[in-house]
DNA sequence: CGGATTTGACCCGCGC
DNA sequence: GCGCGGGTCAAATCCG
């Protein structure tokens, strides 16, 4: 993969051949306030990835290592592409509740970042989205949201926050 | 007590 | 081959 931390935008390189990706669908929202978030800005771009550990087709390999040789069995004939949109919002919480329930399942270091990278995971059973949350070191009202892959069910809160709207706008122009 | 979070270890690809 | 950077796992812990 493309290992930059700025690859946020660069992300038509390698996907020139499959046609089956909007290269880039920009969305751009000027100075929405709601109550405690203002978005001033929002990017978004689709982009596709070659298949990593897990993937839609991973279904039911239940129990996937013993303790001691720790086998990952990976699928390396799977190269399905999985969107990924990048988000780009600001604002001062970076807990961004968009309806869905999310597993935190790991935290890193960003390397020229002072703040480390959030993994979430949704807890919906067989859906395998993923996102993760990065602010900038910069300023800090800046947060990057990545989202990784397709929901598979209705969002459960019905919050009418501006989050809430701004997911499901990601949902219906995809 | 059960589910979510924390956090260090592990894994893997890549560049040197 | 080794080190580094990024992503994930999972046991321990926390918290309702």
């Known amino acids: 993969m493309n290992v930059n931390s700025s690859d946020f935008f660069s992300y038509s390189s390698s996907s020139a051949s499959s046609a089956a990706a909007t290269n880039s669908s920009y969305l751009s929202l000027n100075m929405v306030n709601s109550n405690h978030v203002n978005y001033e800005q929002i990017m978004m771009g689709t982009l596709t990835e070659k298949d990593s550990s897990w993937d839609t087709g991973d279904h039911v390999s239940d129990v996937q290592n013993t303790v001691s040789d720790k086998i990952k069995m990976r699928k390396p004939e799977k190269k399905i592409r999985k969107p990924k949109h990048a988000f780009q919002t600001r604002s001062q919480v970076d807990i961004l509740d968009d309806g869905y329930r999310?597993?935190?399942?790991?935290?890193?270091?960003?390397?020229?970042?002072?703040?480390?990278?959030?993994?979430?995971?949704?807890?919906?059973?067989?859906?395998?989205?993923?996102?993760?949350?990065?602010?900038?070191?910069?300023?800090?009202?800046?947060?990057?949201?990545?989202?990784?892959?397709?929901?598979?069910?209705?969002?459960?809160?019905?919050?009418?926050?501006?989050?809430?709207?701004?997911?499901?706008?990601?949902?219906?122009?995809?």
């Open 102 to 174: 999310w597993r935190k399942y790991g935290q890193k270091a960003v390397k020229n970042n002072k703040f480390p990278r959030n993994y979430y995971r949704c807890t919906h059973q067989g859906c395998n989205v993923k996102k993760q949350v990065q602010r900038l070191s910069n300023d800090d009202g800046v947060v990057v949201t990545t989202y990784e892959g397709v929901h598979s069910h209705p969002i459960e809160k019905t919050t009418d926050n501006f989050e809430n709207i701004l997911t499901q706008m990601q949902i219906y122009t995809r």
